[in-house]
């Protein structure tokens, strides 16, 4: 147990080192009066949807939960672990949000001084929150096995931050695309009013939703995909004991508090780095790597003794560098095929969707190949036990890639606020310089979270298979076929249930912004006020209440498939999803910031600037881009590893 106690000393002092990044935080003040009062505006709708979405969350957490205690075989700890695993998750949702709440005006109104003190606040704001969740999972995690000391009573746990996150991704992104798509369409394309124009009415509910979207979902999802990696690592620990001792199920808990230690060193070291802004970024992330690879080594040398873990291990660190890379050439500004995107603009609105298409296809070609090789390879080295430890080394320096993740939403927002505030145009340029960098640190989040969620999802598919006795999946079996149909099919559906959801909230804010044009008088010239409240309100209700659908379709397949088709069409259903939410979620979420980045490109005067034919080309793409980046390709990492371990958790009954 002792390396137990060590991951939760850590994780300790990982909160530790939040608080204090947190109390600077607070500790400046804002200056600005305009800052404040769109400020409080913008706290005050993002805590009315988000306690409003926990309410619902947990009254159908708590539903679950009895349905799961009348189950027979399902033990009261996978109950209760449940019930805290969907407690961590929104708590971590929470914590992201709260932290960035501080940050948006603090971090607008750093960028009038200069871009650096805009740069250091907002990475310090996001590693507060990634290092206070990363601590959060690890704590929780360490707690659980001290307590329990049975690695599989913790499946209730992942499947409680599963759950949460699931539901907290999709509702806060239905709200923040329904608002910022609304803004762009009714403001920017209709009217030539910026999305982030005080005059457009959708404004504040757009900076409300880069909050609920891309920091509360964005924190639930890599909090769910950091617990579901280290979980699936110490169970398969008990089966490894033999070949690698008692040490194996704690060693995932201490990579994991190496690599918290890594982040805070990561951290402390950015203001040392005196080159580019998008070069320290890197560095940083490569700083990390580099730390984590040097004390596990000693780590398993002494604790273990058998380098095979460690060079297993080493894989997936690797293959997290290589993916970053990757994401980064297909989907930054400064690369030649994101300029040539926005270049296919110039020649009208389907060059740049098909162009769009063609590079968001051809960029999963790397993380896959990145992905089949780390799993031939750690699996030689280590069986199952290796595969395992490379997805907990993908996700190890978790507090830098939330750190580098949430940066994102709080430039946008400053940039979004300094507009709104007034605070001049060199202060909004050095804002939106700043968001750029963000787009892409957000995109490469998003694809290290679905390549480790597919490498923990055949785990989970593995572990199933395990408990049914299932030495092999006959592809060649009618029941099996069935399942892959279904699992190939469910992602589609799943995406095609979230992209209606958003397409009717988005319909309700267009409107809503033309019916305020059309009546509030002097609303376009600047003389009056728009109602924010009223597109805050529409936003809040349609993301609610659209939300439940791909929920409930995600909790309802595995359970319907495996008592009707049986456990092998189970297992087929699981392999299925797996392949084709890899492949559509790298799809999606490269060719989303792709589009994105191409818009800003133009927006930064090339190509004919703002206002040209290919900006408003490049806005349509962006447009489409938005739902498939910011809601539906990340909701499948998590919607593949809910349905695992469901699957998991209703098996002895399949066996009945």
């Known amino acids: 147990m002792l390396l137990t106690w060590l991951s939760l000393i850590i994780a ?7 608080s204090f990044l947190v109390f600077k935080l607070i500790k400046q003040k804002v200056a600005s009066q305009g800052l404040e009062v769109i400020s409080a505006y913008l706290e005050k709708g993002v805590m009315i949807f988000i306690f409003k979405e926990y309410f619902i969350l947990s009254i159908f957490i708590l539903i679950i939960a009895v349905i799961l205690a009348a189950l027979p075989m399902v033990s009261w700890q996978i109950v209760l672990t449940f019930i805290l695993g969907a407690i961590f998750s929104m708590t971590a949702s929470f914590i992201g949000l709260k932290i960035t709440v501080l940050a948006n005006s603090r971090t607008a109104e750093n960028c009038a001084k200069d ?4 740069f250091d606040l907002a990475l310090s704001a996001g590693s507060a929150a990634g290092l206070a969740i990363a601590s959060l999972g690890l704590l929780g ?3 659980l096995y001290l307590i329990f000391k049975e690695p599989a009573v913790i499946y209730g746990f992942g499947l409680g931050a599963s759950l949460a996150a699931l539901f907290i991704r999709i509702g806060g992104g239905i709200y923040t695309k329904a608002a910022d798509m609304g803004a762009d369409l009714a403001g920017k394309l209709e009217n030539n009013i910026p999305e982030d124009d005080p005059r457009n009415p959708a404004s504040i509910a757009n900076s409300v939703g880069d909050n609920v979207g891309d920091v509360a979902g964005v924190s639930a999802d890599l909090f769910e995909s950091y617990v579901d990696a280290l979980m699936v690592a110490m169970v398969l620990g008990v089966v490894f004991l033999p070949l690698f001792g008692s040490q194996a199920i704690a060693l995932p808990l201490l990579i994991a508090g190496l690599g918290l230690i890594a982040s805070i060193l990561s951290n ?6 005196k080159v580019s802004l998008a070069l320290l970024l890197s560095s940083l992330n490569w700083l990390a790597v580099l730390l984590v690879l040097l004390a596990s080594f000693l780590v398993i040398k002494y604790a273990i003794g058998d380098l095979n873990i460690f060079f297993a291990l080493a894989s997936g660190l690797v293959a997290g560098v290589i993916i970053n890379l990757s994401t980064e050439y297909f989907t930054s500004n400064k690369r030649r095929l994101v300029q040539k995107l926005a270049q296919s603009s110039q020649t009208g609105l389907a060059a740049n969707i098909i162009s769009g298409l063609s590079l968001g296809f051809f960029s999963s070609l790397i993380p896959v190949l990145t992905t089949v090789i780390v799993i031939y390879f750690s699996y030689d080295l280590a069986g199952f036990y290796g595969l395992a430890l490379a997805v907990v080394g993908l996700l190890s320096t978790l507090g830098l890639i939330l750190a580098t993740n949430i940066y994102g939403p709080i430039t946008d927002n400053a940039a979004s606020l300094a507009l709104m505030a007034g605070l001049g145009n060199e202060t909004l340029e050095r804002a939106k310089e700043l968001d750029a960098l963000g787009n892409t640190t957000m995109t490469i989040g998003k694809g290290l979270a679905i390549t480790s969620a597919t490498l923990t999802a055949l785990l989970l598919l593995i572990a199933f298979a395990k408990i049914i006795n299932l030495e092999i999946i006959n592809l060649i ?3 099996v076929l069935a399942g892959l149909l279904i699992g190939g099919l469910l992602p589609f559906v799943f995406t095609a249930l979230i992209l209606k959801s958003v397409s009717q909230a988005t319909a309700k804010i267009v409107e809503e912004i033309r019916r305020q044009f059309r009546e509030i008088a002097g609303l376009i010239s600047g003389q009056a006020e728009p109602d924010y409240k009223k597109c805050i309100e529409i936003s809040t209700l349609a993301a609610l209440k659209q939300m439940m659908a791909p929920g409930v379709l995600a909790m309802a397949t595995p359970v319907i498939v495996g008592f009707w088709l049986g456990e092998e069409s189970l297992a087929g259903l699981l392999a299925g ?8 979620a790298l799809f999606m979420t490269n060719a989303g910031g792709a589009w994105d980045n191409a818009k800003k490109f133009i927006e930064a005067g ?3 600037g703002k206002n040209s034919e290919a900006h408003k080309a490049a806005i349509v793409g962006d447009i489409i881009g938005d739902p498939l980046k910011d809601v539906a390709g990340p909701a499948l990492n998590i919607l593949i590893k809910l349905m695992a371990i469901i699957a998991i958790i209703i098996a002895p009954l399949l066996l009945l």
């Open 12 to 18: 300790l002092g990982g909160f530790g080192f939040a």
């Open 115 to 118: 871009l650096r003190s805009g």
């Open 141 to 143: 995690l360490s707690l």
């Open 268 to 273: 402390l070291s950015a203001k040392f780095f």
């Open 477 to 479: 079996s009618p029941q």
């Open 577 to 584: 999803s797996i392949i084709v939410s890899f492949l559509l």
């Open 606 to 608: 090339n190509l004919g």
